[in-house]
């Protein structure tokens, strides 16, 4: 039994490799609470309810997109009956949500999704002077 | 009311057949009609090219080989090159015309879009989607107008001021005039059109015969640019 020494020291760096992303999450203070997300202020309902839009708002931003672009479908009518707009800057972020960075890429840094949508859609934040 | 995924598809989906039922009762066919010598009564008037580019985020780039535009003037023999009329070319030689999408009616650019981000539409806009652009620049190549840009470079450093209502582009996307489709889909008028302090353009509806624009062109002599390459231009100009 001379390897005793090695077979432990293997064991225990084993453990530490297989470890390590928790005690990385642990560094970085990531907790299971989820992103803190700063909710609408004037805005009482979304276009739909919120259960939907958590599984669903990409599909909805995309079907809005090919009504408003290539049908010329511009307003949406939510489910209680209200009139919306059909625009990212102006109804998502201005009208309701008043912040992109509060709210869509809390979550989204979060979840580590990244959308390209703001490549070209104007965050209303950095509409003054050049963005980026 | 909770709205579940099929009734929201369902509704979307009603919405747009309305909408192509109105469009089929009320035809539409949009045209612009250019009165040059109103145009040409400022000299150096910038102002719809400004209001256009300044309204739809198109950059500025110094290098003509980068340069992105939607409206711009070109020297009369070089938007006219089919005008042989050897006369009246030296009346308006180097005089620059405002030119821009001509929203053909056999549109060259359409036929060679390999993702169908650019059509033709009801209305006969010539409309192009963003989202679908890949950059071939087939459109590019395939337009005799000059009418689309390619973005080479990242347009937004280029931008002093951004309208946060309309989108920039990205670097590798083609953009063009769309006769502001945006503000007709809320009853304005093109933005070129209200900038003009001349009223030299005069926007509205082909299909309609007591139209600005069908009486104008029932009652004065106009031109369209390279008429011989059978694109049938929908910008009509009055020289």
């Known amino acids: ?132 | 009311m909770i709205l579940d995924r099929k009734s929201f598809l369902r509704l979307t989906g009603l919405s747009v057949l309305a909408r192509k039922l109105v469009a089929a009762v009320t035809p539409k066919r949009w045209a612009m009609v250019v009165d040059a010598r109103k145009c040409l009564q400022k000299e150096g008037c910038q102002k719809c090219i400004e209001a256009c580019h300044r309204m739809h985020n198109v950059p500025a780039f110094a290098e003509p080989r980068h340069e992105v535009r939607w409206i711009w003037k070109e020297p009369f023999e070089r938007a006219f090159p089919s005008q042989e009329n050897l006369y009246s070319q030296a009346a308006f030689r180097d005089k620059p015309f405002p030119v821009f999408c001509n929203h053909c009616d056999n549109p060259p650019c359409v036929r060679v879009c390999p993702t169908g981000a650019t059509w033709k539409r009801d209305d006969g806009i010539v409309m192009m989607d963003w989202h679908r652009c890949i950059g071939c620049r087939y459109c590019v190549a395939a337009c005799p107008y000059g009418s689309r840009s390619f973005n080479w470079l990242d347009p937004r450093p280029r931008l002093t001021q951004m309208n946060a209502e309309f989108p920039t582009r990205t670097k590798g996307v083609v953009e063009k005039c769309t006769f502001c489709e945006e503000r007709l889909a809320r009853g304005e008028a093109p933005a070129c059109v209200e900038a003009c302090p001349e009223k030299a353009m005069v926007f509205g509806n082909l299909a309609d015969p007591a139209s600005e624009v069908r009486q104008l062109l029932g009652a004065r002599y106009t031109v369209r640019r390279k008429p011989e390459l059978g694109t049938r231009p929908e910008v009509y100009y009055i020289v």
């Open chain 1, 1 to 132: 039994m001379r390897d005793r020494g090695w077979i432990y020291s293997g064991l225990g760096l084993f453990l530490i490799l297989v470890t390590y992303p928790f005690w990385q999450n642990l560094r970085a203070g990531v907790t299971s609470k989820g992103p803190d997300l700063r909710r609408p202020a004037e805005a009482k309902q979304c276009v739909m309810p919120v259960s939907y839009m958590r599984t669903s708002h990409m599909d909805l931003l995309a079907s809005w997109r090919e009504n408003a672009v290539r049908d010329g479908v511009r307003t949406f009518q939510s489910a209680d009956g209200q009139t919306y707009n059909v625009s990212l800057s102006g109804t998502c972020i201005t009208q309701c949500h008043a912040s992109k960075e509060e709210f869509c890429d809390r979550c989204h840094n979060y979840a580590s999704v990244s959308n390209y949508c703001w490549d070209c859609h104007v965050d209303p934040r950095q509409a003054h002077g050049s963005a980026r």
